[in-house]
């Protein structure tokens, strides 16, 4: 079965989708070259295209992107029936007058010493590529779909109800 959803080169499409979904899963690879993955808060993306993390400068994922610095990050808002996956590069950073300008007071919770804690560090994480999946989810939706599948004995096209695409940078 071959996938032949739409490719685009516009990132605006692909931060319409994770705007309100405060929470990525990083995947990142440990020593042993095992996919290993965490919860992070995504920030905002920057001017660049890229999508920016705090983290601490001791975690393992600091160490893991400087050994191998291919990550993916998956979204995903179940409510809504959005999903992201964005893969790139990884790096790691100290740069004070961009963490005082991304820092919010909720992030003291993991930073304690504010935005002036030595130990912070930007991640930065460069696209190569993301793919979004966006169905609506309501009754109508859903009875649509049903409805075509009865009729015609196959299932809703991406194109009828869904929205699916890559991302290409």
Same mark, same amino acid.
Do not use: C
């Given at each position: &079965?071959?996938?032949?959803?739409?490719?685009?080169?516009?990132?605006?499409?692909?931060?319409?989708?994770?705007?309100?979904?405060? !929470?990525? &899963?990083?995947?990142?690879?440990?020593?042993?070259?095992?996919?290993?993955?965490?919860? &992070?808060?995504?920030?905002?993306?920057?001017?660049?295209?890229?999508?920016?993390?705090?983290?601490?400068?001791?975690?393992?994922?600091?160490?893991?992107?400087?050994?191998?610095?291919?990550?993916?990050?998956?979204?995903?808002?179940?409510?809504?029936?959005?999903?992201?996956?964005?893969?790139?590069?990884?790096?790691?950073?100290?740069?004070?007058?961009? !963490?005082?300008?991304?820092?919010?007071?909720?992030?003291?919770?993991?930073?304690?010493?504010?935005?002036?804690?030595?130990? !912070? &560090? !930007?991640?930065?994480?460069?696209?190569?590529?993301?793919?979004?999946?966006?169905?609506?989810?309501?009754?109508?939706?859903?009875?649509?779909?049903?409805?075509?599948?009865?009729?015609?004995?196959?299932?809703?096209?991406?194109?009828?109800?869904?929205?699916?695409?890559?991302?290409?940078?």
């Amino acid at each position: &079965m071959s996938d032949k959803s739409p490719v685009t080169h516009d990132l605006s499409k692909l931060f319409e989708k994770i705007k309100d979904v405060r !929470i990525a &899963m990083l995947s990142t690879f440990d020593e042993q070259h095992t996919l290993h993955s965490r919860p &992070m808060a995504t920030i905002k993306p920057d001017a660049d295209g890229s999508l920016l993390f705090l983290t601490d400068k001791d975690s393992a994922k600091v160490y893991e992107v400087k050994k191998d610095s291919q990550v993916n990050l998956s979204y995903a808002n179940p409510s809504d029936n959005v999903y992201v996956s964005v893969s790139g590069t990884a790096s790691a950073y100290r740069d004070e007058a961009k !963490i005082a300008e991304l820092w919010s007071e909720d992030m003291r919770a993991w930073f304690p010493k504010g935005k002036e804690d030595p130990n !912070i &560090m !930007i991640l930065k994480v460069t696209i190569e590529q993301g793919e979004y999946w966006d169905s609506p989810s309501g009754v109508l939706s859903r009875a649509y779909g049903y409805a075509r599948a009865v009729v015609t004995g196959e299932a809703s096209k991406d194109d009828d109800v869904n929205q699916h695409a890559q991302v290409k940078v």
